[in-house]
T-cell receptor
Framework: ETGVTQTPRHLVMGMTNKKSLKCEQH?????MYWYKQSAKKPLELMFV???????ENNSVPSRFSPECPNSSHLFLHLHTLQPEDSALYLCASSQDRTSGRDTQYFGPGTRLTVL | AQSVTQLGSHVSVSEGALVLLRCNYS??????LFWYVQYPNQGLQLLLK??????LVKGINGFEAEFKKSETSFHLTKPSAHMSDAAEYFCAVSRNSGNTPLVFGKGTRLSVIA
């Protein structure tokens, strides 16, 4: 596998379920990101990890819980979600969070539907 | 704070026609600017980026963009549209000031008519 991979690609869950999204990057990068992409809204940055340390949490509800065990893997744990959380969740990575010129490389996303 | 405005949520062109997707930015310091493309059921892919070198930036698939500081613009162009160019295009702005987020526009959906 090359680039950034995400599993699962599609997920349907009830509001009381607990599930996790997984992201893996094969690019040797040090920064990883979670974005939420909803219809007719700009991409929303949710969390940022740089060298495995969380550097940003953009006022994301606690029902979303990120985990970064190493620089190559990023998880998003989901529990007690709401229907408005249905969206495409994108993972991205870049060489270094502190360089604004770095390109972010995106995975294909997980399409989440909350019933 | 930085921001990006993409004029037109949907642009439609004929195959072979010029593609012009507009992006204006707001930044208090010299920006870095990016164009990403998203094909259906895929993530975002970098088309090109401006990082304070040449103002005319060439990217993949025949696209290019010109940084115009006086107009605070970074419009994306391609001389001749191809059916495979149909996708969503996002302009984004960042800056070289530690932990600066990449701020995206709302996107422009490009349709190419045969």
């Amino acid at each position: 596998e090359t680039g950034v991979t995400q599993t699962p690609r599609h997920l349907v869950m009830g509001m009381t379920n607990k599930k996790s999204l997984k992201c893996e990057q094969h690019l040797g990068h040090n920064a990883m990101y979670w974005y939420k992409q909803s219809a007719k809204k700009p991409l929303e940055l949710m969390f940022v990890y740089n060298f495995k340390e969380q550097t940003e949490n953009n006022s994301v509800p606690s029902r979303f819980s990120p985990e970064c065990p190493n620089s190559s893997h990023l998880f998003l744990h989901l529990h007690t979600l709401q229907p408005e959380d249905s969206a495409l969740y994108l993972c991205a990575s870049s060489q270094d969070r502190t360089s604004g010129r770095d390109t972010q490389y995106f995975g294909p996303g997980t399409r989440l539907t909350v019933l | 704070a930085q921001s990006v405005t993409q004029l037109g949520s949907h642009v439609s062109v004929s195959e072979g026609a010029l593609v012009l997707l507009r992006c204006n930015y707001s930044s208090s310091v010299p920006p870095y600017l990016f164009w990403y493309v998203q094909y259906p059921n895929q993530g975002l892919q970098l088309l090109l980026k401006y990082t304070s070198a040449a103002t005319l930036v060439k990217g993949i698939n025949g696209f290019e963009a010109e940084f115009k500081k006086s107009e605070t613009s970074f419009h994306l162009t391609k001389p001749s549209a191809h059916m495979s160019d149909a996708a969503e295009y996002f302009c984004a702005v960042s800056r070289n000031s530690g932990n600066t987020p990449l701020v995206f526009g709302k996107g422009t959906r490009l349709s190419v008519i045969a």
